[in-house]
């Protein structure tokens, strides 16, 4: 998972710590943040809570993942359905023909799920993902509209 390229700041993280692991050195804030990762609440709400920006936040997440002693924290999150991924695939099939399948593939490998494990919560972003690769401005927009309206119905 590469943190550094997308927007943490929804997702939630909790501690992963092994008993094998040896001597960890961390900083300061590296430890504040470990001490706040619950599971629960999203970085967002943590980085509000020990009162650090979005970028400092990501950074030291980002040093935690690499030294394995956090995790993407899996929660009870709704998922998108199968109606959607039909929708969307039907609405983009008429822009960009046979190839939409594929992109929908790349754009949940770029978001770091399976499609079929896409939370609710980031459609919008898989959303934003695939309208990019839609080179006609109008298709794009049309499609996004189309999109949004059928997220807002789910």
């Known amino acids: 998972m590469n943190i550094r390229s997308g927007?943490?700041?929804?997702?939630t993280f909790k501690a992963s710590?092994?008993?094998d692991m040896g001597e960890i050195s961390l900083d300061g804030q590296m430890l504040?943040?470990?001490m706040e990762l619950d599971g629960k609440r999203n970085a967002a709400l943590i980085?509000?809570?020990v009162g650090?920006?979005?970028?400092?936040?990501s950074v030291i997440i980002s040093k935690l993942l690499g030294r394995h002693l956090i995790k993407v924290a899996e929660q009870d999150q709704p998922v998108l359905g199968q109606d959607f991924f039909d929708f969307l695939i039907d609405q983009l099939s008429v822009i960009v023909g046979p190839i939409?399948?594929?992109l929908l593939e790349d754009a949940a490998r770029e978001i770091g799920q399976?499609?079929?494990s896409i939370p609710k919560m980031r459609a919008a972003e898989l959303i934003d993902l695939i309208a990019r690769q839609i080179p006609e401005e109008n298709q794009r927009l049309l499609?996004?509209?189309?999109?949004m309206q059928k997220l807002k119905g789910i």
């Open 7 to 11: 927007d943490v700041s929804s997702m």
């Open 17 to 19: 710590i092994q008993v």
């Open 32 to 34: 504040i943040v470990l």
């Open 47 to 49: 980085a509000q809570a």
């Open 52 to 57: 650090m920006g979005m970028t400092e936040i």
């Open 100 to 102: 939409s399948q594929l």
């Open 114 to 116: 399976g499609s079929a």
């Open 143 to 147: 499609f996004i509209q189309s999109m």
